[in-house]
Every structure is written in structure tokens, then in C-alpha cells.
């Protein structure tokens, strides 16, 4: 997709997008008990409005607010829609939004941001930080934003207890956590060749864009999803005349960010008090061995078992990144993977290690969906070959050599009987999961001795 430019319709195709009542609902729902900003322009100048006339904070005590500023700040043409890090209590006057103590809480966000060509490259950077997120055991309350030029990564602010939110101030609680979480990932971020910048613009004023909002300058939506689509994600969901949105910042597990943002604190200290940073000897001591996202690991040992199964490369690459983007969503969504069949259909399994039939693949006892031209599908989305080099072996190889990692894998899998890889849940629970957060050191590392000696 090019480069969109503003359109030429003027401010009255951007009316006519903000009277969508969706869209409205979007803004107002997410934006309430936000501190509100407005971005407009007149004369090619951007202006920016965060205030009433009578100075007092902009707000939306409700969803028709959207239209009433649309009307009250008409001289600055508005376009976009922002809503601060913070929620308060009270946003009547002034100094409502210079007591820390009004703050309710605070939304964790990474700003990603390049350039709007290299969206591709944006993504794989948001996996980085997804991926440390699941390794922290916060998943269900992660959602994304796509920006415009970028992309944010949240966690709900629902997701901390009130327990810890009545020992940590909120602006504290979210910058520790988006501070460490980019401490997490740096290592891996820097194998990348990439142009993109994360930033932790967490502060006591910060706004970000909010759903659904329009971009500044480009013909963009501010669309919202969740982890398990950043593989499927495209630019044309932030379409703004057919954008694909779900309010995923209403998903959040109370109390699932509390062990992450106590480790966070421990190390940053927070937005107010700052930890005294590590001296550069102490840093290097505590330098971690680069690992790879369970996502990765995932497609890898897959594909590799497919591989010992069929001796297909190219059908098991596209079992390997089926299964993984598969898992990701149901563990996401809190669903139960498919149990294996019964006994009476188990002692078939010897029998159809691999088949093919009404475009069904079966891998033993797991199955998953193909395309009409033989790759693996979820919903209208194949996984091809081509998309396992792109999503998977490439950053494997920012990490590791990707031949190297693929040989190994199948060294560690030929230590399990055929039994084993024939088992959705043996193979889940015996293969992968003991190795998931430690594939560097368990399996690369390990196989290669023993392939050495």
C-alpha cells in the first residue's frame, strides 16, 4: 500500500467519519476519565488544544462531547482525538491534573515508530515486546494500536490490583513496566535491521492517539487488536472507509500485570523515583543470553516435528506457523486446546500418522484446516512457506543461525519416541513446554555438544 495523503475532501469527509456513531462510541469509551486533545491546523500550522474556553481540562462527560467539541474548536479544522496515559478522578479545573493523587491509574503503552512503508518491520518489532509480555505471564490484557506511522502496545490499566495500585502510584506502576519490559527486549532488538524506535514516552501529561481517532496528516484509522493478529495484521484494517477494529482495550485480567510491575519497580523504581542505575561493570554481569519468543520456538519444534513425520519441508513449514499463531490465540482467548480422540479412535492413529481428506491435515491426532492450493489456513488466512521464512526463520536468524537452530531442533526431537510426536498434548507438554523460555540454552546449545562430542 502507498503512502495515503490527506485527503482532498476537505474537513467534511473528517465530520462525516467522526458522526459515525461507532466511531464515536470508540472514542468516548475509551476516553473517558482521559484528559482530552484535539489536533487540528489552519494555515498549513499545527495546532494542538488540551483546554475549554474557560480553561478548563477537556473531557468527554459523554458521547455526544464529540460532536460538541467538533463544534466548539471548528476554527482549528480537528482531526484527531488523544486521551492521556492517566485516568482521574476528578478533571473540573486546573489543578486536578497537577495532584498525583487524582490520578486513578495509568496505561502502560510502547510507542513504536517508523516509517509507514516499513509497517512490516513495525510489526515484528511489536512481537518482540508481545512475546516478553507472555514470558511474563501477562497476556490476556495486552492489546495494540496501530497509530498511523506506528504502533503502540498496552496493557489495560485494569490488569494491576487495587492491592498494588494502594503501594505503588499508577504513573510509577506504568513506567517501570514499559521501562523494563525495553531493558527485556533490547539485546534482540538490536540483531534487528530495522529503522523503528520503541520509546517509553510515559509521563505525568502524556497523551496517545485514541481508537479509532484519524491520523494527524495520513488517511489512517487508529485500529485496535489483539496479539494473536499481528501476524494477519495489514494496513488496510486502518482503511478509515472500511477499518477492521475491536475494542480490545476492554479485555484485561484483574491482578495479571502485579508480579511484572513488582520485578518492574524493583529494577526502574518508577516515573517519580528513578532506581540509581547499575554501574557498567554490574550491568555486563547481569547481561542475559539472548533467547528466542515462545512464538518462534513454537513454529521451530512444529515444523520440525512435521518434518520427522512427512519429510516435507514445505508442507512442515506451514504446519510450523499454523500451530503457532493457533496456540497463540487460544491461549489469548483462554481456550482449552482440542483434546486428542478417544481410545477407539486412537488406535487408528499408527495407521494415518499423516493424511489428507476434505481439506483437513491431520498430524496424528491434531488437525488443522488447508487452503484449496494445500497450505494450512486459520479462517481465510493460509500460512505459507514463503510466511514461515518471513515470520519465523528470519528472526530466528537475528537471534541464532536459523540452519543451525533447524538442525539442532530435529536432534532434540529424535530423542522422543514416535509416540510422543504423534500426541497433540504428550508433544505440548513433553517437547515443548520444557524448553519454551529456554531454547537457547536447552536446545541449541546442548545439541550442539552433543553433536560435537
Not at 502507498?2 to 485527503?7: E, F, G, I, V
Not at 514470558?135 to 487495587?162: D, N, P
Not at 523494563?180 to 501529561?205: C, H, M, Q
Request: with cysteine.
Amino acid at each position: 500500500m502507498t503512502k495515503p495523503k490527506r485527503s482532498d475532501g476537505g474537513q467534511s469527509w473528517v465530520l462525516e467519519y467522526y458522526s459515525n456513531p461507532s466511531v464515536a462510541e470508540e472514542l468516548f469509551n475509551c476516553g473517558k476519565d482521559r484528559w482530552i486533545a484535539i489536533e487540528g491546523s489552519s494555515e498549513e500550522k499545527r495546532l494542538f488544544v488540551r483546554y475549554n474556553r474557560d480553561r478548563t481540562p477537556l473531557r468527554f462527560a459523554d458521547q455526544s462531547d464529540i460532536g460538541r467539541l467538533f463544534r466548539a474548536f471548528w476554527f482549528i479544522n480537528p482531526r484527531s482525538f488523544y486521551g492521556s496515559v492517566n485516568k482521574y478522578s476528578r478533571l473540573s479545573e486546573n489543578e486536578d491534573l497537577e495532584d498525583p493523587s487524582n490520578i486513578l491509574c495509568s496505561t502502560p503503552t510502547w510507542d513504536v515508530d517508523n516509517e509507514v512503508e516499513k509497517w512490516r518491520e513495525t510489526i515484528n518489532v511489536c512481537r518482540l515486546i508481545v512475546d516478553e509480555l507472555d514470558r511474563e505471564g501477562v497476556v490476556k490484557s495486552v492489546y495494540l494500536k496501530w497509530s498511523g506511522r506506528g504502533c503502540h502496545i498496552h496493557i489495560s490499566e485494569e490488569a494491576f490490583s487495587k492491592e498494588l495500585l494502594r503501594k505503588h502510584h499508577p504513573l510509577d506502576v506504568a513506567f517501570a513496566t514499559v521501562e523494563y519490559i525495553i531493558g527485556r527486549v533490547r539485546p534482540r532488538f538490536a540483531g534487528l535491521d530495522t529503522s523503528a524506535k520503541i520509546e517509553n514516552k510515559i509521563d505525568l501529561k502524556r497523551v496517545f492517539t485514541l481508537p479509532l481517532s484519524l491520523h494527524r496528516t495520513l488517511d489512517y484509522s487508529c485500529v485496535c487488536f489483539k496479539p494473536d493478529e499481528l501476524e494477519s495484521f495489514d494496513l488496510s484494517w486502518a482503511d478509515p472507509k472500511s477499518f477492521r477494529h475491536k475494542p480490545a482495550y476492554g479485555d484485561f485480567e484483574v491482578g495479571e500485570a502485579d508480579g511484572l510491575a513488582e520485578k518492574a519497580l524493583s529494577a526502574v523504581g518508577g516515573y517519580f523515583k528513578r532506581a540509581t542505575p547499575m554501574p557498567p561493570s554490574a550491568k555486563k554481569e547481569k547481561e542475559e543470553v539472548p533467547e528466542l519468543g515462545r512464538f518462534q520456538v513454537m513454529a521451530l519444534l512444529q515444523a520440525a516435528r512435521c518434518f520427522l513425520l512427512t519429510m516435507d519441508i514445505e508442507k512442515s513449514k506451514s504446519f510450523g506457523l499454523n500451530r503457532a499463531i493457533f496456540y497463540a490465540w487460544a491461549k489469548r482467548r483462554g481456550v482449552e486446546v482440542k483434546r486428542p480422540p478417544s481410545r477407539r479412535e486412537a488406535v487408528k492413529i499408527s495407521e494415518r500418522a499423516v493424511a489428507e481428506e476434505k481439506k483437513v491435515f491431520y498430524l496424528g491426532n491434531e488437525a488443522a484446516y488447508l487452503s484449496d492450493d494445500g497450505w494450512l489456513t486459520i479462517g481465510d488466512t493460509k500460512q505459507t512457506p514463503q510466511d514461515y521464512d518471513n515470520q519465523i526463520a528470519r528472526r530466528i536468524d537475528g537471534v541464532v543461525p536459523y540452519e543451525e537452530a533447524w538442525r539442532r531442533s530435529l536432534e532434540y526431537l529424535k530423542r522422543f519416541p514416535r509416540e510422543v510426536l504423534l500426541d497433540q498434548q504428550k508433544f505440548f507438554n513433553q517437547v515443548y513446554r520444557p524448553v519454551r523460555d529456554s531454547f537457547i540454552e536447552m536446545v541449541y546449545k546442548r545439541e550442539a555438544g552433543t553433536s560435537e562430542s
